[in-house]
T-cell receptor, first 107, second 113 residues
Framework: AQRVTQPEKLLSVFKGAPVELKCNYSYSGSPELFWYVQYSRQRLQLLLRHISRESIKGFTADLNKGETSFHLKKPFAQEEDSAMYYCARTGANNLFFGTGTRLTVIP | DSGVTQTPKHLITATGQRVTLRCSPRSGDLSVYWYQQSLDQGLQFLIHYYNGEERAKGNILERFSAQQFPDLHSELNLSSLELGDSALYFC????????????FGQGTRLTVV
């Protein structure tokens, strides 16, 4: 079965501290991996895709095929980063989402 | 603005009723996905259509149905509504059926009273 696991439902960090949101995926074929962000129950917005290898709003994510992980990182968290973050993978006519991690940045 | 349009934005209805949610995908996108987001269950995949045909089905109840029309817009029909159906319903679209990112609409907030 194709799965995306985000082990942390809630994550709180202080402003300026590093943040890492974990994502593990089940291995099947060659999926594309994404991170989506949702601010205050608004629409989900694409934050990162693994094939572009870019940094958006200071966030980066490295695909580790050996560990089947795609963790999202930022060296210095900002208050405006507080949001819901979803990891997603493609496969079998679907886009599979993890259960999401709610990040709270404490001022 | 993602280019995906969902109507209505808000809907309040009574238990036992039937509602239709509408989604217009981005211009050129052939795939439409429907998701349900409730407070305690995160983002649940319901169904995926590609160019008018059903491609994948997720945790969609029998009381729910969907279709994609020739102009590629999609409708999600929810019937015999229950209190537990109250949620945010998102539509997303993408160009292809597989291995591609999806763009989300703003969602329809359904409240069943």
């Amino acid at each position: 079965a194709q799965r995306v696991t985000q082990p942390e439902k809630l994550l709180s960090v202080f402003k300026g501290a590093p943040v890492e949101l974990k994502c593990n995926y089940s291995y099947s074929g060659s999926p594309e991996l994404f991170w989506y962000v949702q601010y205050s129950r608004q629409r989900l917005q694409l934050l990162l895709r693994h094939i572009s290898r870019e940094s958006i709003k200071g966030f980066t994510a490295d695909l580790n095929k050996g560990e089947t992980s795609f963790h999202l990182k930022k060296p210095f968290a900002q208050e405006e980063d507080s949001a819901m973050y979803y990891c997603a993978r493609t496969g079998a006519n679907n886009l599979f989402f993890g259960t999401g991690t709610r990040l709270t940045v404490i001022p | 603005d993602s280019g995906v349009t969902q109507t209505p934005k808000h809907l309040i209805t009574a238990t036992g009723q039937r509602v239709t949610l509408r989604c217009s995908p981005r211009s050129g996108d052939l795939s439409v996905y429907w998701y349900q987001q409730s407070l305690d269950q995160g983002l649940q995949f319901l169904i995926h259509y590609y160019n008018g045909e059903e491609r994948a089905k997720g945790n969609i109840l029998e009381r729910f149905s969907a279709q994609q029309f020739p102009d590629l817009h999609s409708e999600l029909n929810l019937s015999s509504l229950e209190l537990g159906d109250s949620a945010l319903y998102f539509c997303a679209s993408s160009v292809r059926a597989e291995n591609t990112e999806a763009f989300f609409g703003q969602g329809t907030r359904l409240t069943v009273v």
